[in-house]
């Protein structure tokens, strides 16, 4: 099930993904927010109702929002993919490498993504997007996956020459509106193996990222965790889980992203998450 | 004026702390804001000022719970090495760009609250820190014009988990336990708390002096940081900025002399105020 947050008619709502429209959840359920309905435990009553109902909406009238419109907490995970037969030096990294990002560096599905008026190094990131579900503190690796609501995608945009201005990477990943999450999140039911989804970006149709989850250093389980060892995660937090290969700085000269290109990125069965660039 | 978040008798509330005691905001806005976020988010501490001309405290301040002063801010970024003389001493080179990680405020516990010492580590340090509250939204603004945009002022304990800062080329890791830190006790308006290149520090930890500084030592002051961070987001009413740590944290003892369950840490800001909090067993 396709779970999406929208705006339309000049309200928020949330809803299900049905037949290339929306069977609105806002005005069926008492949560206010898909964040809520999430932590409400209410994703098999959403899937009864939509099943018995005619979408409500068009996709192509709305507004997108990200699928969980205000998370507490998104924790990204820096180089956590191998290329292709590589053999990691003394076994690759103990450790993943975590950093947060606001919701406020993220445009919507559809929505422009800028490229900063002080950079011309505007790379993408095509990543799955884990959504946690329900609250958890010390999560054993063996159970994580239960604490998954579902997956979105993301594009953890970044500046490239902001990254290592200082000693920390904050400011070369939290440009205005520099990446994008969406356009919806999948339930977790729909994905049998989240090491086997296929992470494909292109830019303006030229393929630049077509990598496998199957290359992920750090798996998702381990990954949650390993964050919930340093903190509860809570309904609605995002987990962006790296990025396989062909970022625009892996090229020579590297291929930023310009004003005028469109970035996609698919990655099935979640969907394609498009986003036109445009000059901040 | 000193602008808290509060709760008192099971509910929370907002207000301003006098030399005699809290006064309510809520009900006393023509806003009817109902947290201190909502009220810099209206541009209202001039208001707020005129509504509590006269008025009685409604609460001695020893019968109201000192909450975080902005329970749900959207951002935090805090500096890291920005002291020049703790640079120098720790034998790096004065930066050139500022070094900014974020860190989510359930890491924070307020004033008089208890930090729990953390599960997976011995190497639990403190690092006394001015903060900077924004006021008004901006991007893009000059350093001469930066200081326009901020609020006031308030007390950090930026805690850290030393080997967890480790773990990869970030520091977020170890920045971001669950009450790890500490924020609050209030915050000082800017007009109240004076010059922020020119405030005193100490950081006392059970009653021993650790940290004794004053902001002017910063490499990159508080205006500096709002411009440099404006560049490349949106700064928000409760966004907070804590400018970093100078010597005397507890990494730095040989050997270092790590928190641990029992301790209290106080971090004092002249002209902010004193923040005070301690440590308590992992669950």
């Given at each position: 099930m396709k779970l999406i947050s929208y705006r339309h008619g000049g309200r928020e709502a949330y809803g299900v993904v049905k037949d290339g429209g929306i069977v609105d959840m806002s005005v069926r359920m008492d949560h206010p927010s898909l964040k809520q309905a999430i932590a409400g435990l209410s994703v098999g009553e959403m899937e009864k109702i939509a099943a018995n109902a005619d979408a409500d909406v068009s996709l192509d009238d709305i507004e997108y929002m990200f699928p969980i419109t205000t998370p507490e907490k998104i924790f990204c995970i820096g180089r956590n993919y191998r290329a292709y037969h590589e053999v990691l030096e003394d076994g690759g990294p103990k450790w993943p490498s975590i950093f947060p990002r606001y919701a406020s560096s993220f445009a919507p599905h559809g929505e422009a993504i800028y490229r900063p008026a002080v950079s011309d190094q505007l790379d993408y990131e095509g990543e799955i997007g884990v959504i946690i579900g329900k609250a958890g503190r010390h999560i054993p690796e063996e159970n994580a996956l239960d604490y998954v609501a579902g997956y979105t995608i993301i594009n953890e945009g970044t500046v490239r020459d902001w990254l290592k201005k200082g000693t920390q990477n904050s400011p070369g990943k939290n440009f205005h509106r520099s990446g994008a999450i969406g356009p919806w999140m999948v339930t977790r039911d729909e994905i049998d193996d989240s090491d086997a989804l296929q992470i494909k970006t292109t830019v303006s149709d030229e393929i630049r990222q077509d990598g496998g989850s199957d290359m992920m250093i750090f798996k998702i389980p381990f990954v949650i965790s390993h964050i919930s060892k340093i903190t509860w995660l809570e309904p609605g937090d995002m987990i962006a889980t790296g990025s396989p290969g062909g970022s625009a700085v892996e090229s020579d000269p590297p291929n930023w992203l310009k004003p005028g290109e469109t970035i996609s990125i698919n990655i099935e069965p979640i969907g394609t998450l498009s986003n036109p660039i445009a000059a901040e | 004026m000193k602008l808290a978040s509060f709760a008192v008798a099971g509910r929370n509330g907002f207000g301003v702390v006098t030399d005699?005691?809290?006064?309510?905001?809520?009900?006393r806005l023509s806003g009817r804001q109902q947290t201190l976020r909502e009220l810099l988010e209206a541009n209202a501490i001039d208001e707020a000022r005129s509504a509590i001309e006269g008025v009685a405290p409604d609460y001695p301040l020893d019968k109201v719970e000192l909450l975080l002063?902005?329970?749900?801010?959207?951002?935090?970024y805090c500096v890291g090495q920005n002291y020049r003389e703790h640079i120098l001493e720790m034998g790096f080179e004065i930066p050139t760009s500022p070094s900014i990680f974020s860190r989510y405020i359930r890491t924070f516990v307020p004033h008089e609250g208890h930090m729990v010492m953390p599960s997976h580590s011995e190497e639990f340090d403190y690092e006394g820190e001015m903060t900077v509250v924004i006021g008004r939204p901006t991007r893009h603004v000059s350093t001469a014009d930066a200081l326009d945009y901020v609020a006031?002022?308030?007390?950090?304990?930026?805690?850290?988990?030393r080997d967890w800062q480790r773990t990869g080329p970030q520091v977020a890791p170890g920045k971001?336990?669950?009450?790890?830190?500490?924020?609050?006790p209030w915050i000082t308006t800017a007009d109240e708390a004076g010059d922020p290149a020119n405030m005193n520090l100490t950081t006392h930890?059970?009653?021993?002096?650790?940290?004794?500084?004053?902001t002017r030592d910063l490499?990159?002051?508080a205006a500096y940081l709002i411009s440099y961070i404006s560049t490349f987001i949106t700064l928000m009413p409760g966004?907070?900025?804590?400018t970093g740590s100078p010597a005397g944290v507890a990494v730095g003892f040989n050997p270092p002399?790590?928190?641990?369950p029992g301790d209290k840490v106080e971090v004092e800001i002249e002209n902010v105020g004193t923040l005070a909090a301690d440590v308590v067993a992992p669950e």
């Open positions: - | 005699d005691g809290v006064i309510g905001l809520t009900g002063p902005i329970p749900d801010p959207e951002k935090i006031g002022y308030t007390v950090c304990n930026d805690g850290s988990i971001n336990w669950e009450r790890s830190g500490m924020l609050g930890v059970n009653g021993e002096l650790r940290q004794q500084s004053n490499v990159f002051p966004d907070m900025i804590t002399k790590w928190l641990k």
